[in-house]
């Protein structure tokens, strides 16, 4: 992966969101009482459920259509899980067969027959899927590790247990027994990290095939309250036609929705969690490659953790993880950050994956970013620990009546120490806590997110980091004229503190830059604290053919969002708009069809404008399955000034920016699957362009086996490229200098897996990447906002070219995953990590850079996890 280049003015676009300022003298130091304050919020939170209406709110729930409500039934003799319907109680059991297409064709008739039939008893909820078809050697079923998708058929359940038409969970499997299970939260949006502890058995015959599942209500959340109603849906997939059939009717593409659609299931009555408690211990031994002053060292290192949930009540549960190891998530790919932001990865920790919808503000993305969680230390030197150990985290997660949500994070790292023995990481406090309430079945909400983040520090980090951050949010939405409109808002606010060299430090960052001559805001170095707040408001189509929406965001310039979260855009103005079209049938020549356009426009506080676009994309599934996609988008089409690119200089205007994007997809049917990239980029008049272009194939050479290979390239030269700022920080002597950088990158991605049943599986992840660059006319800012582009500039250093770089990384994982019992899994894992900078820079070539990535010393892992799932 390459980050560079000036992004729409060196502005990223993204939703910033608040802090509310909290009191420091309440919140310091609260780090060294985290078990106290953890405790108090169970207690608190377990007050207010034992208090809470166990019985469904009549605001909370939307009427179901008749032909959408089942009654099932209990029963005293459980039916074998066999795959079979041949027990009694499948004989009169809710059926359900009234299914109708959801995909490609919304409400069509679906190919063949699917029945469903539902019963229970105490401790399970079990359903029986027959899945007709005339052709059983044309079923689809591939073997892959759980929740991994492959094109195969597939039966699924969605069940709604608190009947709130917002969260739920979904079980799926494929005619080879492989499972797929996720949350579903925020009507539509679903999270794969959770894996619950189910059954189900599958069968292929001459009828087609069946599936029978078993699902504990252990597994479930639901209130406490003698009668229970349970959202409750059924789809089926048809591989070879590429299409989804499901019961209720489900309009996935015209609506902007799920859970609220699905059917109602009565009857349930006397039903309970089997137990409370679930407890996973683990225990590691590692090897690991360690550089010490003179040496390679490969200690062995063991650790030992355990992992709790714990059900307070049926609607209230805790989870919680002492000394978690994350030795078995695959590694971050490699990345070469020439911006003047930080880079967002994803979060693959399966403890932070799991329920982050609950913490999630639908409308404000980014006011909690769990990776900060154990993050790379802050004033982490080479040689140093790479990531901060987590001491132990915990999680408070609720429903209660009257559709009140609850959600609460508490986790503490330890403080980590260098090669020299200085403190780079202090000990740290983290609390993230989420309170909201849904309203009219779910189509009004309103919610308050709040974060706090408090660091123990010393001598060593005081004069660096922030002692204190702490933020509030009040965000909603409203849907309106039967779903089809939403009208979302949130404000909040934002405080930071610490010792003066400290926020000092933090205006002078690439976020606040209150160096600029020219700023919004003045730098003060006497300051112990900072400020601020943003508001936004927006305005939605969200179904139909047809949508558009229209949304407004203000955030000042002081606010500063970056300790529990990743928002780097403040002191900005911005109206975005857009307007899509999409196919709900499929066409003569295509299956579905999607083409939006949109617009953006940005200002400072102070009404400069610092960035805008407009952006035209169109996309197809043709009727053979292939894909293909055209993205045009123009940058800054009008005078703009980019507050980031001098890094602390003056407001440099900009030149128009196009940039063009082709993707190509192949048939996910088929045993090859090409993807093939092309983009192109022209800016600064000419004077700066980007050609990048990738190439790759899924390949299944069996049920078992696949494979994947992806070859990406690009080349590029930016003439606008900042090196650095030289004289002295705050006075007129500064001189912002640039240069014109060409750079080459290179980089291959490839993934193998082997499923020798669903319950044991090896995953295999490499890459190599490659990226090099030189600098030549070498410049300073002699006007930054002059009209023509060439007296913007004047030459620097005295015919001196900046020193160029060349950068190598190598990042593999391989892990071997076995499910010994169910919940219990053993890993086997191999990591290795390489990387070299310090030969050749500024120049490359592919064969010899290869050569030195692999001749660089390897960082080896191996690692041996073993877990067990109770449930006593």
């Known amino acids: 992966m390459l980050s560079t280049g000036r992004m729409y003015c060196c502005r990223r676009f993204s939703h910033l969101t608040p802090r509310k300022a909290q009191s420091a003298r309440r919140k310091a130091q609260s780090h060294r009482r985290f078990p106290v304050l953890f405790a108090l919020a169970v207690l608190g939170a377990t007050t207010v459920g034992a208090q809470a209406s166990t019985a469904a709110d009549p605001q909370l729930v939307r009427a179901t259509p008749a032909g959408n409500i089942g009654r099932t039934m209990r029963v005293e003799q459980a039916p074998v899980l066999d795959g079979r319907d041949g027990d009694a109680v499948w004989r009169d059991a809710l059926t359900l067969d009234d299914f109708r297409q959801a995909e490609p064709a919304e409400a069509g008739e679906p190919a ?325 309430r849904d309203l009219r079945g779910g189509s009004t909400s309103i919610g308050l997110v709040t974060t706090a983040v408090n660091r123990s520090l010393d001598d060593d980090t005081r004069p660096f980091l922030r002692s204190g951050a702490y933020m509030a949010v009040l965000e909603g939405y409203h849907r309106f004229a039967g779903d089809r409109y939403e009208f979302s808002a949130y404000t909040g606010r934002n405080l930071v503190t610490g010792s003066e060299e400290a926020i000092a430090r933090t205006q002078l960052s690439s976020v606040h830059l209150h160096q600029r001559p020219d700023g919004d805001a003045r730098f003060d170095s006497t300051r112990t604290s900072m400020a601020g707040g943003v508001v936004s408001f927006s305005l939605s189509k969200i179904s139909g053919m047809v949508r558009y929406s229209s949304y407004v965001r203000i955030a000042s310039t002081e606010i500063e969002l970056n300790d529990a979260g990743l928002v780097p855009l403040i002191n900005d103005r911005s109206i975005r708009n857009n307007i899509s079209l999409r196919s709900l049938r499929p066409g003569s020549w295509y299956r579905s069809s999607f083409s939006m356009i949109e617009t953006e426009n940005h200002w400072t506080s102070g009404g400069m404008p610092s960035g805008n676009l407009v952006r035209a994309h169109t996309s197809f599934s043709m009727l053979n399955n292939w894909g293909w996609a055209l993205t045009y988008t123009l940058l800054n089409p009008t005078a703009n000034y980019c507050t980031s690119c001098a890094r602390g200089g003056p407001a440099l205007r900009v030149e128009p920016t196009q940039a063009f994007q082709v993707n190509v997809n192949g048939d996910s049917r088929r045993m090859v699957i090409p993807q093939l990239e092309w983009a192109v980029q022209s800016g600064d008049a000419g004077r700066s362009w980007e050609r990048r272009g990738s190439v790759g194939s899924d390949l299944r050479l069996s049920t078992r086996f696949s494979t994947s290979l992806s070859v990406g390239a690009t080349r590029r030269v930016d003439n606008q490229q900042w090196i650095g700022n030289y004289g002295h920080v705050l006075s007129d002597t500064t001189h912002y200098t640039f240069a014109r950088l060409a750079q080459t990158t290179m980089s291959l991605t490839a993934r193998a897996s082997f499923t020798v049943t669903p319950m044991l599986t090896f995953q295999f992840y490499a890459q190599p990447f490659m990226s090099a660059g030189s600098f030549t006319n070498w410049r300073e800012i002699a006007a930054a906002r002059a009209g023509q582009y060439d007296d913007r500039f004047q030459p620097y250093g005295n015919g001196a070219t900046p020193t160029g770089f060349n950068v190598k990384q190598f990042n593999s994982n391989a892990v071997i995953r076995w499910e010994y019992r169910p919940g219990s899994t053993v890993f086997l894992v191999w990591q290795q990590g390489r990387a070299q900078d310090n030969l050749n820079r500024g120049s490359f070539e592919l064969e010899r850079d290869y050569r030195d990535l692999f001749r660089a010393h390897p960082i080896n892992t191996f690692l041996i996890k073993a877990t067990y799932f109770f449930n006593p």
């Open 112 to 436: 063949f027959p699917t029945v469903a039939k539902v019963v229970y008893d105490q401790r399970y909820l079990y359903v029986f899927v027959r899945a007709h078809d005339p052709h059983p050697d044309s079923i689809v079923g591939r073997l892959s590790r759980r929740d991994i998708d492959t094109d195969s058929d597939q039966v699924g359940l969605v069940i709604d247990a608190y009947h709130d038409r917002r969260t739920g969970v979904m079980l799926a499997v494929n005619p080879v027994g492989v499972r797929y299970d996720a949350v579903v939260f925020l009507d539509n949006q679903s999270d794969a990290a959770w894996d619950g502890v189910w059954d189900v058995v599958t069968r292929v015959d001459s009828a087609g095939w069946s599936a029978e599942f078993r699902i504990p209500f252990s597994q479930l959340r639901f209130n406490d309250q003698a009668e229970h109603v349970f959202g409750f849906g059924v789809w089926r997939d048809i591989a070879r036609r590429s299409q989804r059939d499901a019961w209720p009717p489900t309009y996935r593409v015209s609506r902007q929705a799920l859970m609220s659609q699905m059917g109602t299931l009565e009857g349930l009555s006397g039903i309970q969690r089997s137990s409370k408690l679930e407890l996973l211990p683990f225990v590691t031994t590692q090897n690991v490659t360690e550089q010490r002053a003179s040496e390679w060292a490969h200690p062995q290192k063991a650790a030992m953790g355990l992992d709790i949930k714990y059900g307070i009540k049926e609607n209230l549960t805790v989870d919680a993880t002492i000394n978690p190891d994350f030795g078995q998530v695959e590694a971050d790919p490699a990345v070469l950050n020439l911006t003047a932001f930080e880079v967002r990865f994803d979060e693959r920790r399966p403890f932070f994956q799991e329920g982050v919808g609950m913490f999630r503000c639908q409308p404000c993305q980014g006011i909690f970013y769990p990776r900060r969680i154990g993050r790379t230390p802050q004033l982490r030197a080479a040689g140093d620990p790479a990531f901060t150990t987590i001491l132990g985290a915990g999680k408070l997660t609720g429903r209660f009546g009257g559709g009140l949500n609850l959600g609460i994070i508490e986790a503490v790292t330890q403080r980590e120490t260098g090669a020299t023995g200085r403190t780079i990481e202090p000990q740290t406090n983290y609390f993230i806590g989420r309170l909201s």
